[in-house]
């Protein structure tokens, strides 16, 4: 059914910058929000931004001022600007959708399966 494919990730100097993209299956998958988190190992899964259909972009205070999420919503997919990016922005950055799948009524969250994003110092 529903395939959300994270892609931009990889190795770059501490205050360079890098552009994920999240790519979501199907005219039938209805989104409502989407967003990006992120785990470091050892750490739990964060929230770092999220998105409405109309707008309303939420951040982490970590991020704030550095990263910029949007979304094109006529193609399903989600970007993250990553710029001055920091070594502690290490980690698999993973997107997800919270949206309902024809004929499902329900709203549901949606994963993808990660990328890696590696800032060196």
């Known amino acids: 059914q529903v395939q959300l494919v994270e892609s931009g990730g990889g190795l770059v100097q501490a205050g360079g910058s890098l552009r994920l993209s999240c790519t979501t299956s199907?005219?039938?998958?209805?989104?409502?929000?989407m967003g990006w988190y992120r785990q470091a190992p050892g750490n739990q899964r964060e929230l770092v931004a999220t998105?409405?259909?109309?707008?309303?972009?939420n951040y982490a205070d970590s991020v704030k001022g550095r990263f910029t999420i949007s979304r094109d919503n006529a193609k399903n997919t989600a970007y993250l600007q990553m710029n001055s990016l920091k070594p502690e922005d290490t980690a698999v950055y993973y997107c997800?959708?919270?949206?309902?799948?024809?004929?499902?009524?329900?709203?549901?969250?949606?994963w993808g399966q990660g990328t890696q994003v590696t800032v060196s110092s």
């Open positions: 997800t959708a919270n949206g309902r799948v024809w004929p499902q009524a329900l709203l549901r969250d949606y």
């Open positions: 998105i409405r259909s109309g707008g309303s972009p």
């Open positions: 199907g005219s039938t998958f209805s989104i409502n929000a």
